[in-house]
T-cell receptor
Framework: DAGVIQSPRHEVTEMGQEVTLRCKPISGHNSLFWYRQTMMRGLELLIYFNNNVPIDDSGMPEDRFSAKMPNASFSTLKIQPSEPRDSAVYFC?????????????FGSGTRLTVV | DAKTTQPPSMDCAEGRAANLPCNHS???????VYWYRQIHSQGPQYIIH???NNETNEMASLIITEDRKSSTLILPHATLRDTAVYYC?????????????FGTGTRLKVLA
């Protein structure tokens, strides 16, 4: 298995532009999580899905952030409009079940820079 | 989920065992201890987890004290590739919440 695949690996965009981050979870995993990592705040959970349905989006910082999971093999995290303070590494993770008893598998992340 | 306390950094000589401690004095009976690590520029990687018994897998060993208030992750023969930030996390798998709280972890540096 190729693991959790995220794209792009790096994204540089100007303030005000729309940014879309993509994630392909491991086949057979039915839970997906989006995290954000910054030096100041560490790893933060933004939103998670179970069977393609958003379960908890309380970690999404603002209405500028939205996430979708149209099918079991694809999810997007969109920021519109983007701001410099959104600069961070965004990770996607998946697991066989929500509780992830055997651990979550993380992707390599997307490093977002908003200038 | 209970909180954990870890030393901010540790050094270990290559080939020696790396013993990473974690304090979780407020752990409850349903809470598991999980360890992840994050190598520079990569996503966190699951290492091992346990409830009360010691556990071992191909990556590491987890020793949990009898009172479960602390644990130690052991990398038996550390290599340079084990240089990473190691996170100790306590989770109740039956709580209905799925928010790992990663904390600041221990930055392990394996020295040649």
């Amino acid at each position: 298995d190729a693991g959790v695949i995220q794209s792009p690996r790096h994204e540089v965009t100007e303030m005000g532009q729309e940014v879309t981050l993509r994630c392909k979870p491991i086949s057979g995993h039915n839970s997906l999580f989006w995290y954000r990592q910054t030096m100041m705040r560490g790893l933060e959970l933004l939103i998670y899905f179970n069977n393609n349905v958003p379960i908890d989006d309380s970690g999404m910082p603002e209405d500028r952030f939205s996430a979708k999971m149209p099918n079991a093999s694809f999810s997007t995290l969109k920021i519109q409009p983007s701001e410099p303070r959104d600069s961070a590494v965004y990770f996607c993770a998946s697991s066989f079940r929500l509780e992830g008893a055997q651990g979550y598998t993380f992707g390599s992340g997307t490093r977002l820079t908003v200038v | 989920d209970a909180k954990t306390t870890q030393p901010p950094s540790m050094d270990c000589a290559e080939g020696r065992a790396a013993n990473l401690p974690c304090n979780h004095s407020t752990i409850s009976g349903n809470e598991y201890v999980y360890w992840y690590r994050q190598i520079h520029s990569q996503g966190p990687q699951y290492i091992i987890h346990g409830l009360k018994n010691n556990e071992t897998n191909e990556m590491a060993s987890l020793i949990i004290t009898e009172d479960r208030k602390s644990s130690t992750l052991i990398l038996p023969h550390a290599t340079l590739r084990d240089t990473a930030v190691y996170y100790c996390i306590v989770r109740d798998l039956t709580s209905g919440t799925y928010k790992y709280i990663f904390g600041t972890g221990t930055r392990l540096k394996v020295l040649a």
